[in-house]
């Protein structure tokens, strides 16, 4: 009997020190709490983005540890929290928000939590906690670059443009150039106008400040002109 109860012991600790590495070996921070809002785990990844140990953070309250606001600058209240709203709802939570640091250092994250279930009952919450700080980094950069490329060929193609209006205005210049010159730059300058124009949509798009206004048009005009220009 002492020998079956040392093994089954040996294996629990086993299967403990099994489950301790996967949570350490995960990227993103992982926290649990109990229904009460107690924290009962705090994985390696955890540990590094808010600058505390798991010994010292177990056991205490989720507020005393997890601090965010929305985007918008506004502070979560603790039940505003995704790892309470998760017990409160019943249901998986994921927002994208701003962690604060024990030194008052902030930094972007996508949180997601979802309840913890054990016979059909709630008994507590885990929390997956991601740093997007460089992929925030990486878009802006981007956006950037297309913002800067846009502007560039923007002001050669205003150039182009400018130099296509002197040329028609020119009472000399051959019939050739008049009918067969010009009007195929002009459109493709236009075609290129609208693409860059496009391209700074996306850009905005992606970056939330994209503006839409309601305006009328024939459906029938706009196939022409697209097939006009191909």
Not at 45 to 59: C, D, H, N, P, Q
Not at 181 to 196: D, G, K
Request: hydrophobic share 40%; net charge negative; with cysteine.
């Amino acid at each position: 009997k002492l020998v079956l109860d040392f093994s089954e012991h040996e294996l629990v600790l086993e299967a403990k020190a099994r489950n301790d590495a996967i949570l350490s070996a995960v990227g993103s921070g992982l926290m649990a709490v109990d229904t009460g809002g107690t924290i009962t785990l705090f994985n390696a990844a955890a540990e590094s983005l808010f600058k505390r140990s798991a010994r010292e953070v177990i056991g205490l309250r989720v507020e005393d540890v997890f601090k965010a606001e929305t985007p918008s600058g506004t502070p979560l209240t603790p039940e505003r929290y995704p790892l309470m709203r998760a017990m409160a709802e019943k249901r998986i939570m994921a927002e994208s928000l701003v962690c604060i640091h024990t030194d008052g250092s902030k930094f972007p994250a996508i949180v997601t939590a979802a309840p913890v279930m054990r016979d059909g009952t709630i008994v507590g919450a885990v929390q997956d906690l991601r740093d997007i700080t460089e992929e925030q980094m990486l878009e802006q950069t981007k956006s950037n670059f297309v913002s800067l490329v846009s502007h560039e060929l923007r002001s050669t193609l205003t150039l182009i443009r400018w130099s296509l209006e002197k040329l028609k205005l020119r009472s000399d210049r051959p019939k050739d150039v008049q009918t067969g010159v010009v009007p195929p730059m002009e459109s493709a300058a236009n075609r290129t106008l609208s693409l860059i124009r496009a391209m700074l949509d996306v850009s905005k798009i992606e970056t939330n400040a994209f503006e839409t206004t309601g305006t009328e048009f024939q459906v029938s005009s706009l196939v022409e002109k697209s097939l006009a220009e191909v």
